[in-house]
């Protein structure tokens, strides 16, 4: 189930005509003390802008898989999450797609001539951190060779589309500035996915099986 019969890249195309159901659908995956926050945030001007790439590529089987990284343990507020590739603007990237491919490579090694760019989910801005992210979903026709940066990452996590697509949302205890939570999240992998980055997937699961199901 790949790009090699077109109907996964034919589906991702959709994405540029798809109306995003945006934060609105999203309490079912939304920790719940950021729910009210949420309908009712307005982002503060000097927040912190990031992007990052939900990337999806053919494995060695034609199968497709997303690629997800677990963070290094730092002193941060997203130490040892879950996240897809991707970081804050610096000065010398042109636009937000530049920053999402540029710490795409720096951080698992893909060069930016090895994706296809389709679009943007909605934007999230995390409070904790004051950063308001960018997400871009594209693909590669190549089956990819990870290089993972020791610095930033401990983990290259790509699991499988047909595994996310019937991903269950269940609650998990984490750890968040020295107090536990339970927040509604995805296991992928035995890893917890909570936050910005379960909404990302969330979002786009929701584009995808409309899609598929059209």
Same mark, same amino acid.
């Given at each position: 189930?790949?790009?090699?019969?077109?109907?996964?890249?034919?589906?991702? &195309?959709?994405?540029?005509?798809?109306? &995003?159901?945006?934060?609105?659908?999203?309490?079912?995956?939304?920790?719940?003390?950021?729910?009210?926050?949420? =309908?009712?945030?307005? @982002?503060? @001007?000097?927040?912190?802008?990031?992007?990052?790439?939900?990337?999806?590529?053919?494995?060695? *089987?034609?199968?497709? +898989?997303?690629?997800?990284?677990? +963070?290094?343990?730092? *002193? /941060?507020?997203?130490?040892?999450?879950?996240?897809?590739?991707?970081?804050?603007?610096?000065?010398?990237?042109?636009? &937000?797609?530049?920053?999402?491919? +540029?710490?795409?490579?720096?951080?698992? /090694?893909?060069?930016?001539?090895?994706?296809?760019? $389709? *679009?943007?989910?909605?934007?999230?801005?995390?409070?904790?951190?004051?950063?308001?992210?960018?997400?871009?979903? /594209?693909?590669?026709?190549?089956?990819?060779?990870?290089?993972?940066?020791? =610095?930033? $990452?401990?983990?290259? @996590?790509?699991?499988? &589309?047909?595994?996310?697509?019937?991903?269950?949302?269940?609650?998990?205890?984490?750890?968040? +500035? /020295?107090?536990?939570?339970?927040?509604?999240?995805?296991?992928?992998?035995?890893?917890?996915?909570?936050?910005?980055?379960?909404?990302? $997937?969330?979002?786009?699961?929701?584009?995808?099986?409309?899609?598929? *199901?059209?």
């Amino acid at each position: 189930m790949f790009l090699n019969d077109n109907s996964f890249k034919k589906i991702l &195309l959709k994405l540029n005509d798809f109306n &995003l159901p945006g934060h609105d659908s999203l309490s079912k995956i939304v920790p719940p003390f950021r729910t009210k926050l949420l =309908k009712n945030m307005t @982002i503060p @001007i000097d927040c912190k802008k990031a992007a990052v790439l939900m990337l999806f590529y053919p494995d060695s *089987n034609s199968d497709t +898989r997303m690629v997800l990284i677990l +963070r290094n343990k730092y *002193n /941060g507020i997203h130490s040892n999450q879950i996240s897809f590739p991707g970081g804050k603007v610096d000065d010398l990237d042109k636009n &937000l797609q530049q920053t999402a491919l +540029r710490e795409t490579f720096e951080e698992i /090694g893909v060069n930016s001539s090895l994706i296809k760019i $389709v *679009n943007k989910l909605s934007s999230v801005y995390i409070p904790p951190s004051n950063f308001h992210v960018q997400p871009f979903v /594209g693909y590669s026709e190549n089956n990819l060779v990870f290089k993972a940066d020791k =610095k930033e $990452v401990a983990l290259i @996590i790509t699991p499988l &589309l047909k595994d996310l697509l019937n991903l269950k949302i269940v609650n998990s205890k984490v750890s968040i +500035r /020295g107090y536990d939570h339970e927040v509604p999240s995805y296991l992928v992998d035995n890893q917890v996915l909570w936050g910005a980055t379960a909404m990302m $997937v969330y979002e786009f699961m929701e584009f995808y099986l409309d899609m598929s *199901n059209s």
